[in-house]
């Protein structure tokens, strides 16, 4: 038997904390406009530019193709982005955020500065530090 002990393991506890987090927002998400937190990921993307492609998607988040894919998918067919085929290359889709995505991507985004603002109340002092030790994490 070792004594390792899997509770006190910084990666497990990240690990938990980020699930945690993403349950709970994911949560509002869903309640308020059936939205998953890869569709949300997916419009945070598309949010910061023009249109963008899955690839250029998977690159800048943390989610592979195939999830991006279904997400896009769902995001289409409840009208918060078109896709567009290129004319070139038949396998790259371009995808963009529709007026009605724009509008619920700002309700989101309200959604979520209220889930970090209740973060930031809840671990108080503790926030900044902790926010540079997972920066300095993420290099």
Not at 13 to 21: F, L, M, R
Not at 102 to 129: C, H, I, M, S
Request: aromatic share 6%; hydrophobic share 40%; proline share 3%.
């Amino acid at each position: 038997m070792t004594s390792f002990d899997l509770s006190a393991f910084l990666p497990y506890q990240i690990a938990n904390a980020a699930n945690k987090i993403c349950r709970e927002l994911e949560h509002e998400f869903q309640d308020k406009f059936d939205i998953s937190i890869s569709e949300w990921n997916v419009l945070v993307r598309l949010s910061q530019g023009g249109p963008i492609s899955v690839r250029e998607i998977s690159a800048h988040v943390n989610m592979d193709k195939s999830k991006i894919s279904r997400a896009t998918s769902r995001l289409e067919i409840s009208g918060y982005v078109s896709k567009r085929i290129d004319k070139k290359d038949r396998r790259l889709v371009s995808l963009a955020m529709t007026d009605k995505g724009r509008t619920t991507f700002a309700e989101l985004a309200r959604v979520a500065d209220n889930y970090q603002a209740r973060l930031d109340k809840q671990l108080g002092q503790k926030a900044p530090p902790l926010v540079s030790g997972l920066k300095q994490l993420m290099q």
